[in-house]
């Protein structure tokens, strides 16, 4: 989820995998045209990279070299690339939708803030 530089309510976001812990911080004053700068914390170290705005959270960390799996190419037929967001960012998303909430089923570790994070994308 790489979110647009109209979405001022959002600051931060966090999310947590199966294996290693990732976040994600996009300070509001480096939002700049197409792309947003990020850090990427993996088991509490920062790795800062660019994401294109409108990119999803699995697209933004493959570009950027951060493990996160995606086994179905992003096609809503697994759950590997099952994330969880801080509450804040969750509630500013659309609803997710059957399908997503179907494979989210068959996730390990769910929250009431989980969403895939091939489709997460504050557009």
Known sequence: MIINGKMAAIRRWTWRLRRPVLGLT???RLFSGDTIKVT???????????A??????LEAAHDNE???EGACDAQLA???CHVILPQEV???LEEPCEEELDMLDLAMDVHDTSRL???DKGD
């Open 26 to 28: 996009i300070p509001r």
């Open 40 to 50: 990427f914390l993996e088991e509490g170290e920062p790795f800062e990279a660019t």
């Open 90 to 92: 969750y509630d500013s």
């Open 78 to 80: 697994c759950s590997t």
């Open 52 to 57: 294109r705005i409108g990119q999803s959270i």
């Open 66 to 68: 951060v493990e996160l």
């Open 117 to 119: 994070g091939e489709v």
